[in-house]
């Protein structure tokens, strides 16, 4: 399997990019692949994030660039990062390329900002309603016991929201997800019992769009916002369509979308205390359906 572009790798790169560049030869990566004895492709590739050098030829690269002792200490540290970021992603061997991408930056980001028109985000899904979606999805993921897989997908994502270095989650839903009965009445109930529990919780807060409001911001799929404690480290959008998920990084295209979302925050979604009100309606309706049913 080709090595993946991560986020950590890419800085590494970037930074030993500059360094090249500011090398008093002015050093092309043509020039210094032959100095260590590897093709050109080795140094654009680590350059653009696509792989990480051993520690040997990383301090080889740093001795012909002519590093100061400070940059030679944090090229080594960018270097121990990118080595130990490898978020181990779940079942990754059934999951595109560009959503394993996006996993991997969302393990590092601190803030995710969703917006949600179609389904419950990923990291706030139950197991009964990660599988009931991946059954449904069964014409794109044709793996054998998916389902079962994905649900252990949307636990490991969820992690992410625990620990004293919990991302902050920031999902906008539309009301259409919680009025949406996946997996049925039971499986339903406890999925919308799940988003009041979360929504308790100090680094999440959920808002929803109410039918009433008609059409607005980008109603065609989700898409996430990730944010990185790193002011170099530009955000990023994720967009999720049913054959895998895009990374969008260029930085008017983000910041198009993230306009989107602090309109739909501010101007359009109920608030955060009204919103709790709208998803306890959703599952008291939900419950006396079912007993309706029941006695029917």
Known sequence: MAAERTRRKAKFGRFMQALRKQAPEKLRPEDVAPKVRVVTTTITRMEGGYSLPNFTLMQALLGIYGVSDEER???EQLWEHAKQGATTVENAADLPPKYRAFR??????ITARTLAPVAVPGPLQTAGYAEATAEAARRHIHAEGWERRAADERRNR???????????????????????????????????QHLLSAAARRNITIQVVP??????GT?????????FEDEADPDLAYLDYPAGGETVENQRDVQAFADTFEHVSRKVALSPKES?????????????????Q???
């Open 276 to 292: 709790v009100k709208l998803i306890r309606a959703a599952l008291d309706g939900l419950r006396n359906d079912d007993r309706k």
């Open 294 to 296: 029941d006695l029917a």
């Open 211 to 216: 039918f009433s409001v008609g059409a607005y």
């Open 104 to 109: 991997r930056d969302e393990a590092d980001a």
């Open 219 to 227: 109603m065609s799929g989700q898409v996430t916002i990730l944010g």
């Open 158 to 192: 969820q992690r992410l929201l625990e620990g004293p270095n919990a991302l902050k989650l920031h999902a906008i839903i539309d009301e259409a997800v919680l009025r949406r009965v996946v997996g049925g009445p039971e499986v339903m109930a406890e999925q919308l």
């Open 73 to 75: 200490a944090d090229a």
